[in-house]
Structures are given as structure tokens and as C-alpha cells.
Nanobody, 117 residues
Framework: QVQLVESGGGLVQPGGSLTLSCAGH????????MGWYRQAPGKQRELVAI???????HYADAVKGRFTISRDNDKNTLSLQLNSLKPEDTDVYYC???????????WGQGTQVTVSS
């Protein structure tokens, strides 16, 4: 069974940094595009960053220059480095993976990031 498990969320002050991690289980994610989405209560889930199997990354305009997505195919892990955090970055962050072969998609359970002084 394919599972994505996030970790690393928490409370951080504005201007601070945080690293989110996502561990993939149940399959080799080398043929998957992977990414991070976020969602606030009452709002739609929105793309934060996505990275394909060739390590090409795409970022939402709101996080460009502040967040960095990376993946380790040997360890089946995905990371998101969040720098210069702002209160508006407060959301639940979800790990996402979609197969480039079958288009089947998987989601993690989410991890809360709160930016507040």
C-alpha cells in the first residue's frame, strides 16, 4: 500500500525557517512527480511547489525565492525548505505524488505550519 508520511511542521516566528519532510512507502517514487500543497480552513488546496523525476521544480509565485523543494530518490523522500516565513504561510501542508506512468495520485495526511509571533 502506497503511503506518504509528512513530518517537520510546527510553530515558527515570522522570518524564521522550517523544513518539511515526506517519506514515501510502498513503491519506488522514481517515476513519480512529487510536490507540496497547502490548505487553509475554508479555502481550496493550492500548489506550493512540485518537482518531477528529472529534478525540474516549479514554484507558486507566493513562495518563489523563499521555499526550496528537493527529492532523494534513493531514500524515497521529498523535502521542502521554508525560509523567510510569513504569517500568510500558515496552513496545513500536504505531500503529493503522482505516477508519470499511471497518473494515479497519492496524498499525505498533512502537517500544520503556523507562523506567528
Amino acid at each position: 500500500q502506497v503511503q506518504l508520511v509528512e513530518s517537520g511542521g510546527g510553530l515558527v516566528q515570522p522570518g524564521g525557517s522550517l523544513t518539511l519532510s515526506c517519506a514515501g512507502h510502498g513503491t519506488n517514487f522514481i517515476t513519480y512527480s512529487m510536490g507540496w500543497y497547502r490548505q487553509a480552513p475554508g479555502k481550496q488546496r493550492e500548489l506550493v511547489a512540485i518537482i518531477n523525476r528529472w529534478d525540474t521544480a516549479h514554484y507558486a509565485d507566493a513562495v518563489k525565492g523563499r521555499f526550496t523543494i528537493s527529492r532523494d530518490n534513493d531514500k524515497n523522500t521529498l523535502s521542502l525548505q521554508l525560509n523567510s516565513l510569513k504569517p500568510e504561510d500558515t496552513d496545513v501542508y500536504y505531500c503529493y505524488a503522482t505516477s508519470d506512468i499511471t497518473s494515479r495520485a497519492y496524498w499525505g495526511q498533512g502537517t500544520q505550519v503556523t507562523v506567528s509571533s
